[in-house]
């Protein structure tokens, strides 16, 4: 098994990396794949989810959890790379030489950008460490809101970034933080609600970019 390495990376705090990150690996085990998360944000937000997860529900064999610093991530990626389909890394929120060994390994890397114009300020230092290893970053439009002035003018700058735009958007929903807030993805928590039709769009937008490269 080869499993594909799936980095979530933006210098902008709160932009949507560790919500991109458990919505992703929650989707995925929801059509029966196998995903391991690694943590190497030492504020620990997706370990904490994951706790949460284990505390309050039954352990999902095809979910393991992990975590590692900028320097132990090239080994423990080989390693889970032989024993699931997806590995999800949640990076902190900073792009600086210690993000290179991820990026390095990376098979898609994906930058969440929530609809504002400070996140979009933010976006061109990953997009440049991404270039500097020569990989293709796809940003993800992360909190839109289709009805604001300020929505539609982020939509229109984000075409100027020389990288890829994924057509699949996250919306602006209160659930996305419930979710986080109770250890589970959208998927999981409203199955039906366009919250979890947005996601597994994601996913599937996800899993079709990775067959591409
Ligand atoms: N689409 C969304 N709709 C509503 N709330 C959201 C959405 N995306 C993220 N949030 C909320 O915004 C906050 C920040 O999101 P998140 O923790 O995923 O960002 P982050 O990029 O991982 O932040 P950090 O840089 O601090 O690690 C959280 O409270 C989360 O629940
Ligand atoms: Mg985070």
Known sequence: MSGQ???????KGGSGKTTVAVNLATAFLSKGKSVAL???DPQGSLGKWFMMRIEK????PNLRFSTATAWGISYELRSLSKVVDFIIVDTPPKADSDLRPALRAADLILVPLSASH??????????DLADRVGKDAHIVMNRTRSDTRLGAEVADAVHEFDAKVLKST???RVI???ALGL?????EA???????????????EVTASLLDN
Do not use: H, P, R, Y
């Open 57 to 60: 529900f039954s352990e999902n």
């Open 5 to 11: 390495i799936i980095v979530i990376a933006q210098q």
């Open 183 to 187: 250890g589970l993805g959208v998927v």
């Open 118 to 127: 400070v996140d979009l300020w933010a976006t061109q230092d990953v997009l």
């Open 190 to 204: 409203k199955k039906n609600s366009i919250a979890a039709l947005e996601v597994m769009a994601l996913a599937d």
């Open 176 to 178: 996305f933080a419930e």
């Open 170 to 172: 996250l919306g602006s």
């Open 38 to 40: 690694l943590d190497t």
